[in-house]
């Protein structure tokens, strides 16, 4: 089962899904960003026509992957996906550096999977609305996840297990996605269970073979942020390598920017169904592959798969 923000569904519901996308984002640091920072009902005013012509376009499900201390609003989403006909999926768990609250430098991953385990079981800030992932970041130092980042990658991974909850793992390069797989494959954790997010960020295809060989999903999520002929040419690379059964692709498009006019300049939600996909088939990809990228993969990745007990 998949869990939305209007509550739990089948994945056979999911339809069409961008696995990573973003509504609202407020860049303001050390935790600070409140409720207070931005107008709900102008959000909603601002973006729920993007998500209708996202609907229309034929998407069923959008991944809502900002986090916890940059403008996760649940009511909001919930609000946004009654509104618009579209399965909404929002996260637990903690970005990274320095969009972090003060407390979190001082838990250990146990504290921090407790706060997160609640959130899945019991909904987020009593709103009843739970949590469908768990989203983290990994940055990094010459390609070494820092500690706190280490703590906070620890902490998804007894969530994970407690919860039966994904993660996507913001991670920028090759190295890091190695480091986090020493550490994933020391605490013993399940790699199928875990996202590489913006693996179209490092251009060496042997880190994402060798991720996809250990059991990792590879995210390639920044569709239309650069020409799409490099996008093509790093997905069919991919492809021949065998890799397609692992394969996620979104845009990390979107969103309402807190402190901006109006949300300031939105990427609409669109671009993959309208433009990349028909310069995909023009370059011989077929129906199936599509479908196995957006529908069957997604539904994959996302699926809760807590061990019957
Ligand atoms: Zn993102």
């Given at each position: 089962?998949?869990?939305?923000?209007?509550?739990?569904i089948s994945k056979e519901e999911l339809g069409i899904v961008l696995p990573h996308e973003h509504i609202l984002v407020g860049f303001i640091e050390n935790g600070k960003l409140t409720k207070d920072d931005y107008d709900r009902d102008e959000v909603i005013r601002v973006m729920l026509p993007y998500l209708q012509e996202l609907?229309?376009?034929g998407c069923g499900t959008l991944v809502e992957c900002t986090p916890e201390f940059l403008g996760r609003d649940p009511q909001l989403l919930a609000e946004l996906s009654r509104l618009s006909g579209l399965h909404i999926i929002t996260n637990t768990g903690y970005y990274q550096?320095?969009?972090l609250a003060p407390f979190v430098y001082n838990m250990s991953p146990e504290d921090l999977a407790d706060i997160w385990i609640k959130e899945a079981?019991?909904?987020?800030d009593g709103s009843g609305i739970k949590p469908g992932f768990i989203k983290i970041a990994l940055s990094n130092k010459n390609g070494?996840?820092?500690p706190i980042q280490q703590t906070i990658l620890k902490s998804a991974l007894l969530t994970s297990n407690e919860t039966g909850l994904p993660i996507q793992a913001h991670t920028i390069g090759g190295d890091a996605i190695m480091h986090a797989l020493e550490i994933l494959t020391m605490e013993n954790f399940d790699p199928s269970r875990f996202i590489w997010v913006h693996a179209d960020s490092e251009q060496d295809l042997t880190?994402?073979?060798n991720a996809a060989l250990a059991g990792m999903w590879i995210e390639v999520d920044s569709i239309g942020y650069r020409p799409f002929e490099e996008h093509y040419e790093m997905l069919k690379k991919l492809i021949e390598m065998g890799l397609l059964n692992q394969l996620l692709i979104s845009q990390d498009a979107g969103w309402y920017n807190v402190g901006a006019k109006n949300g300031g300049n939105i990427k609409p939600f669109t671009t993959i169904f309208e433009s990349f996909v028909p310069f995909l088939k023009e370059?011989?990809?077929?129906?199936?592959?599509?479908?196995q990228l957006m529908i069957a993969n997604p539904a994959k990745a996302l699926d809760n798969r807590k061990k019957a007990i």
């Open positions: 089962m998949i869990q939305t923000v209007l509550g739990e609907a229309a376009a550096r320095p969009y079981l019991e909904g987020i070494r996840i820092s880190y994402h073979k370059k011989g990809i077929s129906q199936n592959i599509i479908d």
